[in-house]
């Protein structure tokens, strides 16, 4: 087994979700991961997980409530020089001209634009970040480091 001594927690709002999760879950991962029910956009319901190098967000930012308040929890509960990874859809104008009333043409509707995250962070006073549109051209990678 790859790094025995790193600990995985993984959060997630919905019971259902981690019910799901557990179901799919390789044996020799169930001892590793400790699943753990808290949102994000409520730091009461993350503060008490501890400290983090690494926290990996995938396909919430365009969930969240309120993604400016979310990030600054996430930011909150990282070691220093951890890092904030999060991975998600990118809105492209273009995709609103497409006739489609699926799923995930709604979440790319829903999903913010690179300059609508620089903003976000910037009120929220984080400066060490970068932002990358990575293939397919409407997902993206926020990497930010405290």
């Given at each position: 087994?790859?790094?025995?001594?790193?600990?995985?927690?993984?959060?997630?709002?919905?019971?259902?979700?981690?019910?799901?999760?557990?179901?799919?879950?390789?044996?020799?991962?169930?001892?590793?991961?400790?699943?753990?029910?808290?949102?994000?956009?409520?730091?009461?319901?993350?503060?008490?997980?501890?400290?983090?190098?690494?926290?990996?967000?995938?396909?919430?930012?365009?969930?969240?409530?309120?993604?400016?308040?979310?990030?600054?929890?996430?930011?909150?509960?990282?070691?220093?020089?951890?890092l904030l990874?999060?991975?998600?859809?990118?809105?492209?104008?273009?995709?609103?001209?497409?006739?489609?009333?699926?799923?995930?043409?709604?979440?790319?509707?829903?999903?913010?634009?690179?300059?609508?995250?620089?903003?976000m962070l910037?009120?929220?006073?984080?400066?060490?970040?970068?932002?990358?549109?990575?293939?397919?051209?409407?997902?993206?990678?926020?990497?930010?480091?405290?």
């Amino acid at each position: 087994m790859q790094h025995p001594k790193v600990e995985i927690i993984a959060n997630e709002i919905s019971p259902e979700m981690i019910k799901l999760a557990k179901q799919d879950l390789a044996d020799n991962l169930k001892t590793r991961i400790k699943y753990e029910i808290g949102d994000a956009c409520d730091i009461n319901s993350i503060k008490d997980l501890g400290k983090f190098d690494l926290i990996y967000s995938t396909f919430t930012l365009h969930h969240w409530d309120n993604a400016e308040l979310a990030i600054k929890n996430l930011y909150s509960i990282l070691n220093d020089g951890g890092l904030l990874y999060i991975h998600d859809l990118k809105r492209v104008v273009w995709l609103y001209y497409v006739k489609s009333k699926s799923g995930f043409f709604n979440s790319i509707r829903a999903a913010y634009r690179p300059d609508e995250i620089k903003a976000m962070l910037n009120e929220t006073g984080i400066n060490n970040y970068k932002i990358n549109t990575i293939f397919p051209f409407f997902m993206q990678s926020v990497l930010i480091r405290k």
